[in-house]
């Protein structure tokens, strides 16, 4: 399983930007789909979630401004991120996870994004 995570970049505070994360395999095969991120010296955190059965899940920080989705043709989760803070500057890395006897996590790349004036 191949993740390519994309879409970030430089935006102004209040801004928005949705990434993307193309999977080389079937989401539908996918238990569970996340974004996570990781600001300049502190730990990963995870952002939002999408399970199979479309139960999503976010982080309090961004509650009301993100929105995971996914887009079952394109094999693509995607996390629109709205009302964009300083604080949100991070690298941002999807994953997901399947269950086949135990669990298999895989993990893309990474992309960048800057919230800055």
């Known amino acids: 399983v191949q993740l390519q995570a994309s879409g970030g970049g430089l935006v102004q505070p209040g801004g928005s930007l949705r990434l993307s994360c193309a999977t080389s395999t079937s989401i539908s095969s996918f238990n569970v789909m996340r974004w996570n991120r990781q600001a300049p010296g502190k730990q990963r955190e995870l952002v939002a979630t999408i399970t199979g059965g479309s139960i999503t899940n976010y982080a309090d920080s961004v509650k009301g401004r993100f929105t995971i989705s996914r887009d079952f043709a394109k094999n693509t989760v995607y996390l629109q991120m709205n009302s964009l803070k300083p604080e949100d500057t991070a690298v941002y890395y999807c994953?997901?996870?399947?269950?086949?006897?135990?669990?298999?996590?895989?993990w893309g790349q990474g992309t960048l994004v800057t919230v800055s004036s």
């Open positions: 994953n997901v996870a399947q269950f086949r006897g135990g669990w298999y996590e895989y």
